[in-house]
C-alpha cells in the first residue's frame, strides 16, 4: 500500500508594501512554485511571513512613513532575529549600518549589514542606467547567461564592507565616473552577510528570476534550520525529564564501600 505525502506548505515572504516597487517584487514571487507572498505593513503582518523584502523607492520617504506607523523598531527586531531580509536600492541604505550622503536629519535605518552605502552614489534620477553585470555562482546555480542585466535608479553603491559581508556583485567604474571617486575603480553593488542580502540595482524590474530564488531559497534554509534547532530543543528537554536523578545515590554507596 502506497502513501500520499503531503505537500510541503509555502514559504510566506512578505515585501514591505509602504511605497516604491513593491508589486514588481511580489509578481516576480508568485512566478515562483511553493511561495506565499504578502504585503507587509503592519507589525502583525511582518510577524506571519518568513522573510521580507524591502523593495527600492525613497529611502526617506519609506523611513518617515515606517516611523509613523511604529514598524522601525518591529523591522529592527525581525532582522535582528536572524529572519532573512533583502533590500533592494533604497532597501540596501535600510540595512546598511553606515551612510554617506544622507538628507539632513538622517533616517532610521535597520542596520544589520556591515557596509557603508553612499546614498545616490550614482548621481540623480536622469543619471540612471543598465549595465551587464558578471553572474556570481549563487546565481549561475539556477542556470541562465553568466551574465545579468542591473537596473540602476538613482542607486546607492557599497563603498566600505567588513570582513563577514560576501560581496556578490561589482560594479567597474567609467574613467569620468573614476576620476569623480579619487581614482576608485568598483564598488560593489550587491553583498550578503548571513541572513541578510542587499542589492544596489533593481532585479524586479527585469524578467531574471534568479535573484528572487537566491532570496527564497535563503528564506527556505533559514526556516528549516530554524525548525531543526527547535526539534532538537524539544528533544533535549524531553531527553532531561526522562533522567532518574534517583541513581545517584547508588553511585554514592559503592563509593562509600570502596572506602
Not at 18 to 36: C, D, K, N, Y
Not at 62 to 85: C, D, H, R, S, Y
Not at 131 to 139: E, G, S
Request: aromatic fraction near 6%; hydrophobic fraction near 45%.
Amino acid at each position: 500500500m502506497t502513501t500520499t505525502q503531503p505537500e510541503a506548505k509555502p514559504v510566506r515572504i512578505g515585501v514591505l508594501a509602504l511605497q516604491g516597487s513593491f508589486r514588481e517584487h511580489m509578481a516576480l514571487l508568485a512566478q515562483i512554485p511553493g511561495v506565499a507572498v504578502a504585503e507587509v505593513r503592519t507589525k502583525e503582518e511582518l510577524a506571519g511571513v518568513a522573510g521580507l523584502i524591502i523593495p527600492g523607492g525613497e529611502s526617506t520617504t519609506m523611513a518617515l512613513v515606517a516611523e509613523k506607523w511604529g514598524l522601525i523598531p518591529e523591522l529592527q527586531g525581525f532582522a535582528k532575529a536572524g529572519k532573512p531580509v533583502w533590500g533592494t536600492c533604497a532597501g540596501m541604505i535600510f540595512l546598511a549600518e553606515r551612510a554617506e550622503g544622507m538628507k539632513k536629519g538622517g533616517q532610521a535605518l535597520l542596520g544589520g549589514l556591515d557596509i557603508c552605502v553612499s546614498r545616490n552614489f550614482f548621481g540623480a534620477q536622469i543619471n540612471s542606467f543598465e549595465a551587464p553585470l558578471p553572474a556570481h555562482q549563487a546565481l549561475t546555480q539556477y542556470g541562465g547567461d553568466d551574465k545579468f542585466r542591473a537596473v540602476f535608479i538613482r542607486a546607492p553603491a557599497v563603498v566600505e564592507a567588513g570582513p563577514q559581508v560576501e560581496v556578490l556583485a561589482e560594479y567597474q567604474l567609467r574613467p569620468e565616473e573614476s576620476a569623480a571617486q579619487n581614482g576608485r575603480s568598483s564598488v560593489a553593488v550587491a553583498v550578503r552577510q548571513g541572513p541578510l542580502l542587499a542589492t544596489a540595482f533593481h532585479p524586479e524590474l527585469t524578467k531574471d528570476l534568479r535573484w528572487h530564488q537566491l532570496f527564497v531559497d535563503m528564506v527556505r534554509q533559514n526556516k528549516q534550520d530554524a525548525d531543526d534547532a527547535a526539534a532538537a530543543a524539544a528533544l533535549e528537554q524531553h531527553q532531561v525529564k526522562g533522567t532518574r536523578p534517583a541513581d545517584l545515590p547508588v553511585y554514592g554507596q559503592a563509593f562509600l564501600s570502596r572506602q
